[in-house]
């Protein structure tokens, strides 16, 4: 697609650039691939002008085109370029190998005579054919792009506009962590640090034939292509038992309070503190700081108790009581979670809102004697 510049004759044509045409059918269009056209006059159905100014100009003819490229693998051959009254961008007349002609939106440097096609296989890229994402190079510049497949073009469809494609987000496996260890007798402590497993009994997947178990509560996004080994295949109930088990994990149903651990400033007030603090999973220390709940949780044990101090403390008790009436009660399963995986870095000042705060507690810590 050409541009055309003026000789500066005139002011006006001196900084003037058009779009040249003379390489356009200057005919009528393919009859068969027309439809009738009405004015509308910036009037809406009911015959009332909703967008002034509008009317006039000349009579025109819709194009009907062929958005959707569907003939498959059939190669087609450019029969001229032609103007679109209807649209910005210039349209093409290709005739397939069978006879059958359609328009397609023009892209630059196709010409007549070029051979195109549409495929759902890997074709070469190149101006006029057309071919889903996943046969198609990373970085390709493309146009008439489909939101949904079979829908037809709908990005990037006026003249000068494009798209990149930059990458891929599909073709991943996803993947639960299996272990042979028996964690139904520590299913509480599992549960403490943040991991839920299901009993999927024995198979191929373990060469020894021992009972395994998968992991619910993690799913690992996996590269097919870093896979060494096929694994066996899960029992049609068994497979059943275990999605609808991550699918309850990923709808939310479980309510969990997450205590964290804190730390203080290095000095010898920290080297004091540590000696009766536990950095662990599992840990018995509530801190205020670095603690959360869901809303709906915090609303079903009436949130933080009216107290002058120890609020916090409050909260994880009543917690702690509900999980032990609500589990298994309507499908929800109330947890107390205490990790060291969330740490924090308080505020180690002596003076704090109460005395029996974490500032008291520190200056008891790092009183001599």
Same mark, same amino acid.
């Given at each position: 697609?050409?541009?055309?510049?003026?000789?500066?004759?005139?002011?006006?044509?001196?900084?003037?650039?058009?779009?040249?045409?003379?390489?356009?059918?200057?005919?009528?269009?393919?009859?068969?691939?027309?439809?009738?056209?009405?004015?509308?006059?910036?009037?809406?159905?009911?015959?009332?002008?909703?967008?002034?100014?509008?009317?006039?100009?000349?009579?025109?003819?819709?194009?009907?085109?062929?958005?959707?490229?569907?003939?498959?693998?059939?190669?087609?051959?450019?029969?001229?370029?032609?103007?679109?009254?209807?649209?910005?961008?210039?349209?093409?007349?290709?005739?397939?190998?069978?006879?059958?002609?359609?328009?397609?939106?023009?892209?630059?440097?196709?010409?007549?005579?070029?051979?195109?096609?549409?495929?759902?296989?890997?074709?070469?890229?190149?101006?006029?054919?057309?071919?889903?994402?996943?046969?198609?190079?990373?970085?390709?510049?493309?146009?008439?792009?489909?939101?949904?497949?079979?829908?037809?073009?709908?990005?990037?469809?006026?003249?000068?506009?494009?798209?990149?494609?930059?990458?891929?987000?599909?073709?991943?496996?996803?993947?639960?962590?299996?272990?042979?260890?028996?964690?139904?007798?520590?299913?509480?402590?599992?549960?403490?640090?943040?991991?839920?497993?299901?009993?999927?009994?024995?198979?191929?997947?373990?060469?020894?034939?021992?009972?395994?178990?998968?992991?619910?509560?993690?799913?690992?996004?996996?590269?097919?292509?870093?896979?060494?080994?096929?694994?066996?295949?899960?029992? /049609?109930?068994?497979?059943?038992?275990?999605? +609808? @088990? =991550? &699918? $309850?994990? *990923?709808?939310? !149903? #479980?309510?969990?309070?997450?205590?964290?651990?804190?730390?203080?400033?290095?000095?010898?007030?920290?080297?004091?503190?540590?000696?009766?603090?536990?950095?662990?999973?599992?840990?018995?220390?509530?801190?205020?700081?670095?603690?959360?709940?869901?809303?709906?949780?915090?609303?079903?044990?009436?949130?933080?108790?009216?107290?002058? /101090?120890?609020?916090?403390?409050?909260?994880? +008790? @009543? =917690? &702690? $009581?509900? *999980?032990?009436? !609500? #589990?298994?009660?309507?499908?929800?399963?109330?947890?107390?979670?205490?990790?060291?995986?969330?740490?924090?870095?308080?505020?180690?000042?002596?003076?704090?809102?109460?005395?029996?705060?974490?500032?008291?507690?520190?200056?008891?810590?790092?009183?001599?004697?």
């Amino acid at each position: 697609m050409a541009l055309k510049n003026f000789k500066p004759v005139t002011p006006s044509l001196r900084q003037l650039v058009i779009v040249d045409r003379s390489g356009l059918w200057k005919g009528k269009p393919v009859k068969q691939l027309t439809e009738g056209l009405t004015q509308k006059g910036g009037r809406n159905n009911t015959g009332r002008i909703t967008a002034r100014y509008q009317g006039g100009g000349h009579k025109r003819t819709y194009r009907v085109i062929d958005f959707k490229r569907r003939k498959l693998d059939v190669v087609a051959t450019v029969e001229r370029l032609e103007y679109d009254p209807n649209r910005s961008a210039f349209i093409a007349l290709v005739r397939y190998e069978d006879g059958e002609m359609s328009y397609i939106l023009a892209p630059q440097r196709l010409a007549a005579g070029d051979k195109i096609v549409s495929s759902a296989k890997n074709i070469d890229v190149k101006p006029g054919n057309a071919m889903p994402f996943s046969g198609m190079p990373i970085g390709t510049i493309v146009h008439n792009v489909e939101l949904k497949p079979g829908k037809g073009g709908q990005i990037a469809r006026s003249a000068g506009t494009y798209a990149q494609f930059v990458g891929r987000d599909g073709g991943w496996l996803l993947g639960l962590q299996l272990t042979s260890q028996d964690h139904d007798l520590d299913a509480e402590q599992e549960a403490a640090a943040g991991r839920r497993w299901i009993d999927i009994g024995a198979g191929a997947w373990d060469r020894g034939g021992r009972r395994s178990e998968a992991r619910v509560n993690r799913v690992l996004r996996i590269d097919p292509g870093s896979v060494r080994r096929d694994g066996a295949v899960l029992d /049609e109930q068994v497979f059943a038992a275990v999605t +609808e @088990a =991550v &699918r $309850a994990v *990923a709808a939310g !149903r #479980d309510e969990a309070l997450v205590l964290g651990t804190v730390d203080v400033r290095q000095g010898p007030l920290r080297q004091a503190w540590l000696r009766g603090y536990r950095h662990e999973e599992g840990h018995p220390h509530v801190h205020g700081a670095n603690l959360g709940l869901p809303w709906s949780l915090y609303e079903a044990v009436g949130g933080f108790p009216p107290v002058a /101090e120890h609020e916090d403390v409050g909260l994880a +008790e @009543a =917690v &702690r $009581a509900l *999980a032990g009436e !609500r #589990d298994g009660g309507d499908g929800r399963r109330v947890r107390v979670i205490a990790t060291d995986t969330t740490r924090v870095l308080t505020s180690s000042r002596l003076e704090g809102r109460t005395p029996g705060g974490f500032s008291g507690y520190l200056k008891a810590v790092g009183r001599p004697g």
